[in-house]
Every structure is written in structure tokens, then in C-alpha cells.
């Protein structure tokens, strides 16, 4: 008995994916052959995110929930299909082509390349790029985020290092040689920039007049 549900069949499911594929690309009979044989690792990987979760539209019946019509939960598994590929160093192109599907099909840029954890998720991701960063456990951004990178003056690019548990609000940016402290919130349009930010603490402002407000009660 599977300890898990889905809104339509495994079956269905990789079809689906396919026909999305095919539809807006060229997708050969190997590429296919890679879709299959990765697909149970990658279902497993997406059913594992999604347990974490505890909105009422991640669980069925007390058992985790996977519906592709979920435009989060597809895109955590688009996301998750790319970067598996692309760490099994298979099929390269396959990996640009579920990328790129990812952007056509839930307007967010997660590269493939990125490790993002074992469970994030997001509300309302349109617009939302998440670039080269260290992502810890229960990272979770709403609608226009951006983590990227800042070109030092020795040509060196320094990229941020995500905390477990910290919430990016809508419009929110963490650009460079940051560490974002576990438990954080980085609030609506705020934008840290080189600079670390303690943990249990909600942020707001702009670098390098940000304002930072350590948490009471957790909240």
C-alpha cells in the first residue's frame, strides 16, 4: 500500500510530463528512456518535500497529498526532476529542456545546478529567481524573490548561505556575502546586501539601512 496519494495515476502523471515536454520542445525516444528511469527517484523526492508541509492541500486522508495540477507542488517537482539529471550527469540537454518548462509553466527561474533541500516550498512563486546559494532545511519565498550573487572587486562572486526555517516575503531580496540566520523573515521588499543577519529576527529596509527586530514569542 503506497504511503501517499496522487490526484491522478503515476501513469498519468509521466505522460503528462512528456507531452508537456514534447509539446514545447524536442524530445527524443533516450530522452524519454531518462524521464523513466529517474521518475520513482524523483516522485519519491517530491513526495518527501511535499509530507513536510502542513497546508490542508498538501495531505489527503493523513497522507501526503501530490496534485500536478498544484502549481507549487509541480513546480517542486520540475525543479526536483532537473537537478536529479543533472547530479546523475545524464542527459544535459533534458535538464535545460524541465528547466526552461519550469519557467514557461510556473514563472520561476530555479536552476537545475542549485541544491535546494529536502524540503522548501513556496506561496504564489511567480517571478520569484532563486540563484547559487547554501539553502538549508524549510526555506520557504513567496512571490518576486531573488538570491544572487555580488562580483567582488577581486572578480570573485560571493554568494549567501540560507539558514534552516527562513521566509522570504514578497519582493524580497538577499544578494552576496550574506548569512541569513535560521528562524529569519526577510520582510516585503526588503534587500540585504553583503551583510549576515542573526537568527530568530524579522528584517526590514534596504542594506545598508536595514532594520532588524529580533523576534518575541517566535513570532
Excluded at 542527459?91 to 519557467?103: M, Q, S, T
Excluded at 516585503?188 to 542573526?198: E, F, S
Aim: aromatic residues 14%.
Amino acid at each position: 500500500m503506497k504511503n501517499y496519494c496522487l490526484s491522478i495515476s503515476e501513469k498519468d502523471l509521466f505522460n503528462i510530463l512528456v507531452k508537456q515536454i514534447s509539446s514545447n520542445f524536442i524530445l527524443d525516444k533516450n530522452e524519454i528512456i531518462v524521464l523513466e528511469k529517474y521518475y520513482k527517484k524523483v516522485l519519491e523526492k517530491t513526495i518527501g518535500c511535499i509530507k513536510k508541509n502542513k497546508s490542508k492541500y498538501f495531505s489527503k486522508q493523513g497522507l501526503p497529498y501530490f496534485n500536478p495540477f498544484h502549481s507549487v507542488q509541480y513546480m517542486i517537482f520540475l525543479y526536483y526532476y532537473s537537478n536529479t539529471l543533472y547530479t546523475a550527469k545524464e542527459a544535459a540537454i533534458l535538464c535545460d529542456k524541465i528547466y526552461y518548462l519550469n519557467k514557461i509553466m510556473n514563472s520561476v527561474d530555479i536552476f537545475y545546478a542549485i541544491e535546494l533541500p529536502s524540503y522548501f516550498c513556496a506561496e504564489h512563486p511567480i517571478g520569484t529567481v532563486l540563484g547559487r546559494a547554501k539553502y538549508e532545511e524549510g526555506f520557504f519565498f513567496y512571490q518576486g524573490c531573488t538570491i544572487g550573487g555580488y562580483h567582488e572587486k577581486n572578480g570573485n562572486i560571493s554568494y549567501p548561505t540560507i539558514k534552516k526555517n527562513v521566509y522570504m516575503y514578497a519582493n524580497s531580496s538577499i544578494i552576496g556575502r550574506c548569512v541569513i540566520g535560521a528562524n529569519t523573515n526577510i520582510g516585503p521588499d526588503a534587500l540585504v546586501k553583503n551583510c549576515d543577519i542573526p537568527s530568530d529576527c524579522n528584517v526590514f529596509g534596504q542594506s545598508p539601512n536595514l532594520i532588524i527586530k529580533m523576534k518575541k514569542n517566535g513570532i
